[in-house]
C-alpha cells in the first residue's frame, strides 16, 4: 500500500486497501499503530499480585473508579484474559464492544472510564478461554493498539496472578510503564508469592509503586474490635524487607463483596468507610507518584450513568 494511504490509525481489518499489504507491512503498521495509540496515554500502571484471590481486581476497580472521580480520565485495561471480572464488578457484563475505523471503542463506565476486558468478547459467561500464551500476547497487543482509548491521563492495567505470560506481554508492549502496584493479604503464604512479583518488576526495570496489603484486619460488628483474620501488616514487613514503599491497609469490609455482584464501585457506595478512604489514599499516592500534587480537572459526576448516581447508591 501506497505509504500516504495508510492511516496511522487504521485497523488493517477495516481497511479496504489492506488486501494490497505485505504481511511485513501490516506488522509495521502495527507497531505504528500501538505507538500513536499510547503516546496519548499519560500514565501507565500495572496492578499485579503473586498469588490469585487477594483481591487484586477490587483493587484495581476501585482505584480506576477513585482516579475518575477526581476528574482525570482514565481506561481500565482488564488483562486477565482467563478470569475477566472487570465488568461484573462496574455493572457493565452486558455491555457490547463497538468498532469504527479507529478500532475498538471500549465500553463507557462514565464519561471518563473506559474499560476493555475479554469478558466483552466470550459470550456466555461460562466459555472459557482456552489459549496458550501467543493467543494472550496477540489480545493484549489488541486491547493496546486496536482500542480507541483516546487520550487518557491514566491507564490501569488489571494483570492476572503471577509473573508469566500476560506481565511480560503488557510491559513488552507498553514499555514505559510509570510504576507497578503489588497486591497482598496478609498471610505468609500470599507474602511469599508477592515478594516475587516486586523481584518481577525490578527485573523488567518497572518501578514499585508500592506494596497494598488487602483484607487487612475486621471490624467485629458487636464490639467493634479488630480481628486479625488473615493476620495484620505482612505486606508493610514485605515492603520495609524489600525497600518499596508501603501504600495502605484494606479492612475486609461484608458491603465489598456486595458491592462486586452487583456491579457497583465500593468507593462510590461507601465513599466514608475506612476501606472506601484506603482506596482513595492509593489512589492519592499515585497521583503523587507521577507528578500530580493536586487535581485541577472537574469532576464529571453529574454525567454519570444512571446507575452510579448517587440517589442509586443511598439505595
Known amino acids: ?29 502495527a507497531q505504528e499503530r500501538l505507538k500513536s495509540k499510547l503516546s496519548h496515554i499519560q500514565h501507565r500502571i500495572m496492578v499485579m499480585s503473586g498469588k490469585g484471590g487477594v483481591g487484586k481486581s477490587t483493587v484495581s476497580t476501585n482505584l480506576a473508579v477513585a482516579l475518575s472521580l477526581d476528574g482525570f480520565n482514565v481506561g481500565l485495561l482488564d488483562a486477565d484474559i482467563h478470569g475477566p471480572n472487570i ?10 464492544v463497538e468498532g469504527s475505523d479507529k478500532g475498538m471503542i471500549p465500553v463507557e463506565v ?9 469478558a466483552f468478547f466470550i459470550g456466555d459467561r461460562d466459555n472459557p478461554v482456552v489459549w496458550r500464551g501467543p493467543l494472550k500476547h496477540g489480545a493484549i497487543s489488541q486491547f493496546l493498539g486496536e482500542v480507541d482509548w483516546g487520550n487518557l491521563d491514566f491507564l490501569v492495567v488489571d494483570l492476572p496472578p503471577g509473573t508469566g505470560d500476560e506481565p511480560l506481554s503488557a510491559a513488552h508492549l507498553i514499555k514505559n510503564v510509570d510504576g507497578s502496584i503489588i497486591v497482598t493479604t496478609p498471610q505468609d503464604v500470599a507474602l511469599l508469592d508477592s515478594r516475587k512479583a516486586v523481584t518481577f518488576s525490578r527485573m523488567l526495570s518497572i518501578p514499585v509503586i508500592g506494596i497494598v496489603e488487602n483484607m487487612s484486619g475486621l471490624e467485629c460488628p458487636h464490639c467493634h474490635k479488630e480481628i486479625p483474620l ?3 501488616g505482612g505486606g508493610e514487613k514485605a515492603a520495609r524487607d524489600m525497600k518499596v514503599p508501603f501504600l495502605g491497609r484494606i479492612p475486609i469490609d461484608s458491603e465489598m463483596v456486595i458491592d462486586c455482584d452487583r456491579g457497583m ?3 462510590m457506595a461507601h465513599p466514608k468507610s475506612e476501606a472506601a478512604k484506603a482506596f482513595k489514599e492509593i489512589a492519592h499516592r499515585c497521583k503523587e507518584y507521577v507528578g500530580f500534587k493536586e487535581t485541577e ?12 448516581k448517587e440517589q442509586e447508591v443511598k439505595r
Do not use: W
Not at 481489518?13 to 488486501?19: H, K, V
Not at 480537572?297 to 452510579?308: D, L, T
Open 1 to 29: 500500500m501506497a505509504e500516504e494511504k495508510c492511516k496511522k490509525d487504521a485497523v488493517c481489518d477495516t481497511c479496504n486497501e489492506s488486501s494490497s499489504c505485505s504481511q511485513q507491512e501490516k506488522e509495521a503498521h
Open 87 to 96: 465488568p461484573k464488578m462496574l455493572g457493565i457484563e452486558s455491555k457490547h
Open 110 to 118: 462514565f464519561p471518563n472510564l473506559k474499560v476493555i476486558s475479554m
Open 230 to 232: 488473615f493476620k495484620i
Open 265 to 267: 464501585p465500593f468507593v
Open 297 to 308: 480537572k472537574q469532576s464529571e459526576r453529574e454525567k454519570f450513568p444512571y446507575h452510579f
